[in-house]
């Protein structure tokens, strides 16, 4: 059974650069046909989709933080992170990770807990 | 930019049903799409419900169920309880590689 856990600093300054990892247990980013993904939460509002990192190396981002996102294999294999720069207090949220099935299912299966990340000075 | 729309809100009484909607500013929702629905209790980690336009995912109970209703997709829940009261999201893979998430719908058991 393949988990996520995402880890990383709770709290960002304003126009640093956010720094998170997911670590997969059970399992690899680099095998299987699944798109390995960052959403986030902020406060009251809805889920939004950041981007994913393929098996095949393909990297997908959200067009309204294209300029700002980076995902990449982690230091191992079992590890994916983000990386999102010139943050603002907008920025503040809970940041999901969460393994989505490709073809032919497309759909996102396994979701960490989550982990809030606040942008204050 | 394609945008995905969702009622921001529905209220069922116990015991009703509900259908929730997902649709495109701009263009139809298709069995193309895979459209798949999550739901998100307060302070939990999103959890899937139905992918695949109509296919439960495990251990889901069959009062839940996916369609394609007109030029929408549909989740409809019969039987509402109280433990169905959450943030409800659709989501869709376009034929571009990228995911679109809707706004979400906060359903209200009461």
């Known amino acids: 059974q393949v988990q996520l856990q995402e880890s990383g600093p709770g709290l960002v300054k304003p126009s640093e650069t956010l720094s998170l990892t997911c670590t997969v247990s059970?399992?690899?980013?680099?095998?299987?046909?699944?798109?390995w993904n960052w959403i986030r939460k902020p406060p009251g509002k809805g889920l939004e989709w950041i981007g994913y990192?393929?098996?095949?190396?393909?990297?997908k981002y959200n067009p309204s933080l294209n300029s700002r996102v980076t995902i990449s294999v982690g230091t191992s294999q079992s590890q994916f992170s983000l990386r999102l720069s010139s943050v603002t207090a907008a920025d503040t949220a809970v940041y999901y990770c969460a393994r989505a099935s490709g073809f032919p299912v497309y759909a996102f299966e396994v979701w960490g807990q989550g982990t809030m990340v606040t942008v204050s000075s | 930019q394609t945008v995905v729309t969702q009622e921001p809100s529905f209220s069922v009484s116990p015991g009703g049903t509900v259908t929730l909607t997902c649709g495109l500013t701009?263009?139809?929702?298709?069995?193309?799409?895979?459209p798949s629905w999550y739901h998100q209790p307060p302070g939990q980690a999103p959890r899937t419900l139905i992918y695949s336009t109509n296919t439960r995912s495990s251990g889901v109970p069959d009062r839940l169920s996916g369609s394609i209703l007109g030029n929408k997709a549909a989740l409809t829940i019969t039987g509402a309880q109280a433990d169905d009261e959450a943030d409800y999201y659709c989501i869709l893979f376009m034929g571009s590689g990228v995911w679109v998430f809707g706004g979400g719908t906060k359903v209200t058991v009461l």
């Open positions: 059970g399992g690899s980013v680099t095998t299987g046909s699944y798109h």
């Open positions: 701009s263009g139809s929702v298709s069995t193309a799409n895979y």
């Open positions: 990192l393929s098996y095949s190396g393909t990297i």
